[in-house]
């Protein structure tokens, strides 16, 4: 049923942007608008294992106060369309992961718990590319609709940590990792595709644009190594509704030069899907239909230089 809702919104949004006249365009091209900027971001992750429909373990991952650089540029290409491409890369951040268990049916708290405050984030790219056709353009005020597509990469390492086990009775077991040694990997690798609504104005000096973003993750896929016991989990989502917008100010400094500052966020909503367990040792495997499921969040706040030629 998502599958079709999606492939439906494509088509009505395709039709409306083929059809639809810009008010005050032509087919002329024009210029091309290029920025960058630095910025901080807040990025978390939810790493999910079921038994059924009951939840029996839980990973939260988050990093605070990534340094994340922006790079982007807008080509117009005429008849009303402009392509835009963006990346966002993270430069460098800390993190933090909460790993819970809840193997018993008789109590409805955790039955086990270890924390990681010594979490890296290895790795964070964010990119889109997307079309759109302005439908109004007076020069001061341009609406539009598009689409596109997204890729996002996110990866963490915990180190250390402590735990609290539940081995004979509840809680009985506590104690630390041997610090600075690596339990867990995880990654998610989140390809999306969108629909998109895009509004700018101008006023004097300042220009305020915004946009908003909706549509799926496809071929979402979580990887998790746990580094001792020698187990590397595969997970493969099924289609995830997705959400995102972008706001932006920007103040023009020179006929082709402007300062701005934005700010971003995207959403992917927890998904279900199959796992899939390998040890890493022996080269034994197994699946688990639906026993997994994901999600993410980030927002970002930037500021740069844009410029055009």
Do not use: C
């Not at 180190?159 to 998610?188: A, K, M, P």
């Not at 101008?202 to 220009?207: P, V």
């Not at 932006?248 to 082709?256: F, K």
């Amino acid at each position: 049923m998502f599958h079709h809702q999606i492939f439906s919104v494509v088509l009505l949004g395709a039709a409306v942007l083929g059809s639809a006249p810009a008010f005050g365009q032509d087919a002329s091209t024009g210029s091309v608008r290029y920025y960058a900027g630095v910025g901080m971001a807040n990025i978390k992750a939810g790493e999910y294992v079921y038994s059924g429909n009951r939840k029996v373990s839980q990973l939260d991952w988050e990093s605070k106060g990534v340094i994340t650089g922006t790079l982007g540029a807008e080509v117009d290409i005429g008849y009303a369309w402009t392509l835009k491409g963006r990346l966002d890369v993270g430069l460098g951040g800390d993190g933090y992961m909460e790993d819970r268990d809840w193997l018993s049916t008789s109590y409805s708290g955790w039955t086990h718990q270890s924390l990681h405050p010594d979490t890296d984030l290895d790795r964070y790219v964010n990119m889109l590319l997307e079309a759109e056709r302005a439908l109004v353009d007076t020069g001061s005020t341009r609406l539009g609709l598009g689409g596109g597509v997204g890729f996002t990469n996110v990866k963490w390492t915990a180190r250390g940590g402590s735990y609290i086990y539940s081995n004979t009775t509840l809680h009985d077991t506590v104690g630390n990792f041997t610090d600075g040694v690596r339990g867990i990997t995880y990654e998610q690798r989140i390809p999306t595709v969108f629909l998109s609504a895009n509004a700018e104005q101008k006023l004097g000096a300042f220009t305020l644009s915004g946009v908003l973003r909706g549509g799926a993750a496809v071929r979402y896929e979580g990887l998790d190594d746990h580094w001792l016991r020698n187990l590397r989990f595969t997970d493969e989502m099924d289609i995830a509704p997705m959400m995102g917008a972008t706001v932006t100010a920007d103040y023009q400094i020179l006929p082709s030069a402007a300062v701005y500052l934005g700010g971003d966020f995207q959403k992917i909503f927890e998904t279900r899907g199959d796992a899939h367990v390998r040890n890493t040792v022996t080269g034994a495997s197994g699946s688990f239909e639906n026993g997994a499921a994901a999600d993410f969040q980030s927002i970002t706040v930037s500021a740069g230089v844009k410029g055009t030629f």
